[in-house]
Nanobody, 121 residues
Framework: QVQLVESGGGLAQTGGSMRLSCAASGRTFTYYGLAWFRQAAGKEREFVAG???????DYADSVKGRFTISRDDAGNTMYLQMNILEPEDTAVYYCALGRTVRNVVRKYEYWGQGTRVTVSS
């Protein structure tokens, strides 16, 4: 039904910036939430940032003020602008899509393949 493809990952250095993209194709939902998750080696997957169809956003405390999530309607692409990168940001980043009820996602049903971000110290 929906395919999500991440891109933009790679190697960066501490203090640098990187922009991740998530392209969505197929039938999407009218009321939805998109989010970025990440999983570092040896750690559990964690929520990074989310945005809904109504442009409501949410960020993990660890990235607040440094990361910005956005959506491009024309290109049907979602972005994660990452600034002031830290080694702790090193992880595989995934985009996810789910339906919202009262602007809340119950379950992220669709996931991309992930893009790896490495921040050197």
């Amino acid at each position: 039904q929906v395919q999500l493809v991440e891109s933009g990952g790679g190697l960066a250095q501490t203090g640098g910036s990187m922009r991740l993209s998530c392209a969505a194709s197929g039938r999407t939902f009218t009321y939805y939430g998109l989010a970025w998750f990440r999983q570092a080696a040896g750690k559990e997957r964690e929520f990074v940032a989310g945005i809904t169809w109504s442009s409501r956003t949410d960020y993990a405390d660890s990235v607040k003020g440094r990361f910005t999530i956005s959506r491009d309607d024309a290109g049907n692409t979602m972005y994660l602008q990452m600034n002031i990168l830290e080694p702790e940001d090193t992880a595989v980043y995934y985009c996810a899509l789910g339906r919202t009820v009262r602007n809340v996602v119950r379950k992220y049903e669709y996931w991309g393949q992930g893009t790896r971000v490495t921040v050197s110290s």
